[in-house]
């Protein structure tokens, strides 16, 4: 409340004079701001973005890609404030929303849009990469407050730590690319009747699955024939190297636990049980581990079923 009241009372009067506008706010669950309106400065419509200096990195992020992909950028600059504000200004595409059903068509063309993205963003300076994942998952859930999901976490990062020289292998022989970092249905947009993504600020390097998580979980629900038809439409432009299973779960447990790091912050019930049903997910994959090793392999067909859904491509024992 503090925050926004800050942006109502000073901020947005300081910005308003600096480009000579009338912004207004845009209101959503997010933990920086943003705003859109005309500049007399720009002579055009403008949109803002605002990062306080805890956020700098991101700021830099959403910056430094949108300079690669397109001419968006006009100004960037400082309010000397407490705490300090990094702002970002663009010319406003106007996206629209996607109100329609997902199809595998759309689908498709979402995959070719990501895969687009993979393949035209460059690594730049300062870039995060994230090359401890072990270590960053282990601080992500010591800082929980919540003690029984900080402690049921604990236990599952203990399996996959016992596996951690299989995982730091598969990581090493993986294509990297630079991920999107939040991919889903909001940030995929149109713009002048196109398909496109928006929103870069969680930009970083990794492989290419980190970027589909929760897209095929969140949005697609897990259903088959959308995962078939978005991988089909990445494929054709850019290769998808999904890795072993064991990554591809190890994966789906960092999304975890960053949605319960988010929904701390911000609730977010619907968004909280998705991280849930990953964990789930993820949980009977090694149940089933368990029972291949006891049973010399022996796993019904059910089973095998469920296994898929903990990988979301084509997971097969």
Not at 240 to 250: A, E, V
């Amino acid at each position: 409340m503090a925050r926004k009241l800050d942006l109502k009372m000073k901020l947005l009067p300081m910005i308003n004079q600096r480009l000579n506008a009338d912004m207004k706010p845009i209101h959503h669950a997010s933990l920086n701001e943003m705003m859109v309106g005309y500049s007399q400065q720009f002579h055009q419509r403008v949109f803002v973005k605002i990062f306080n200096e805890d956020h700098k990195s991101k700021f830099m992020t959403e910056t430094k890609v949108n300079q690669q992909l397109n001419d968006r950028v006009l100004q960037t600059f400082v309010v000397q404030s407490k705490p300090k504000w990094n702002v970002l200004v663009m010319k406003d595409i106007a996206p629209q929303n996607i109100h329609s059903a997902i199809t595998p068509r759309l689908a498709n063309q979402m995959g070719q849009v990501l895969a687009r993205f993979h393949q035209n963003v460059r690594p730049f300076h300062p870039m995060v990469v994230v090359n401890h994942l072990f270590a960053k998952t282990s601080f992500d859930i010591n800082h929980l407050q919540n003690g029984y999901v900080q402690q049921r976490l604990l236990r599952m990062l203990k399996v996959f730590k016992s596996n951690q020289k299989k995982l730091q292998n598969d990581f090493k022989l993986q294509s990297k690319v630079v991920l999107h970092g939040d991919v889903g249905i909001r940030n995929y947009q149109i713009v002048d009747h196109h398909l496109v993504l928006i929103d870069y600020e969680r930009a970083r390097l990794g492989v290419p699955y980190q970027d589909v998580i929760k897209l095929f979980y969140e949005n697609f629900h897990l259903n088959h024939q959308l995962i078939q038809a978005f991988l089909k439409g990445y494929n054709s432009i850019h290769y998808f190297d999904k890795g072993t299973k064991l990554t591809r779960n190890f994966l789906v447990f960092m999304t975890a636990v960053g949605i319960i790091k988010y929904v701390e912050k911000i609730r977010d019930d619907s968004f909280r049980k998705i991280g849930e049903q990953m964990l789930n997910h993820v949980q009977l994959f090694y149940n089933l581990i368990l029972i291949k090793n006891t049973r010399e392999g022996h796993i019904d067909e059910v089973q095998k079923n469920l296994v898929c859904k903990c990988c979301s491509i084509n997971c097969r024992f």
